[in-house]
């Protein structure tokens, strides 16, 4: 079946240790990729997204992604996590000629310790 | 422009009874999509519109509920005879249409049904 995994659900790093979330789909071509981030009773920010071209890709908040497509995963990364990047993240796909709805995975929150 | 406006923020009704959320997207988007989050689970696609035109329908979205864009500008989402299972964070995204990829999101409606 097509979906978007994400195996963890709940995550909890120190400040300043790195991060790495991860994300696997199952589709047979490679859809577009995303990282959305969530905050208590807020709406989706966009942190990063990839269509095509150079697998690593930056986004906003000092966050990274890989793309690999032989593992058909899109991990989330970040060398230094700070206490203000506690939240829910959420990977999601876009399907090519689908409207661009997004499908999501089920989110793996972040806690962060001091 | 702010972004994607979504009012109310919160509506706690009593089950059985009709509501309705109403979002403003960004002015020139002409896509505009509404999602369904549930505690603990990820958005999940329920239907969008381009222009005034609805032009897909999640089979989530049953028969108590409909959307309209009347003028291709705002939208409604209205659910009649609320039940419990409807207590959700209903998302509401915009997008320019070829550039379907780039959705921002609204800060949602939390609904609870009592």
């Known amino acids: 079946a097509q979906s978007v995994t994400q195996p963890d659900i709940h995550i909890t790093v120190s400040e300043g240790a790195s991060l790495e979330l991860r994300c696997n789909y199952s589709?047979?071509?490679?859809?577009?990729l995303f990282w959305y981030v969530q905050s208590p009773g807020q709406g989706l920010q966009l942190l990063l997204k990839?269509?095509?071209?150079?697998?690593l890709v930056q986004g906003i908040k000092g966050f990274e992604a890989e793309f690999k497509r032989s593992q058909s995963s899109f991990n989330l990364r970040k060398p230094s996590v700070h206490w203000s990047d506690a939240a829910e993240y959420f990977c999601?796909?876009?399907?090519?000629?689908?409207?661009?709805?997004?499908?999501f995975g089920q989110g793996t929150e972040l806690s962060v310790k001091p | 422009d702010t972004g994607v406006s979504q009012n109310p923020r919160h509506k706690i009704t009593k089950r059985g009874q009709n509501v309705t959320f109403r979002c403003d997207p960004i002015?020139?988007?002409?896509?505009l999509y509404w999602y369904r989050q549930t505690l603990g689970q990820g958005p999940e696609f329920l239907t969008y519109?381009?222009?005034?035109?609805?032009?897909?329908k999640s089979r989530l979205l049953s028969d108590r509920f409909s959307a309209e864009r009347p003028k291709g500008s705002f939208s409604t989402l209205e659910i009649q005879r609320t039940e419990q299972g409807d207590s959700a964070m209903y998302l509401c995204?915009?997008?320019?249409?070829?550039?379907?990829?780039?959705?921002?999101f609204g800060q949602g409606t939390r609904l609870t049904v009592v």
């Open positions: 995204a915009s997008s320019l249409a070829g550039r379907e990829t780039e959705a921002f």
């Open positions: 589709y047979g071509a490679t859809p577009y």
């Open positions: 990839y269509f095509s071209g150079d697998t």
């Open positions: 999601a796909v876009v399907l090519y000629n689908q409207g661009g709805k997004l499908i």
């Open positions: 002015s020139e988007h002409n896509r």
């Open positions: 519109f381009q222009n005034e035109a609805q032009l897909e």
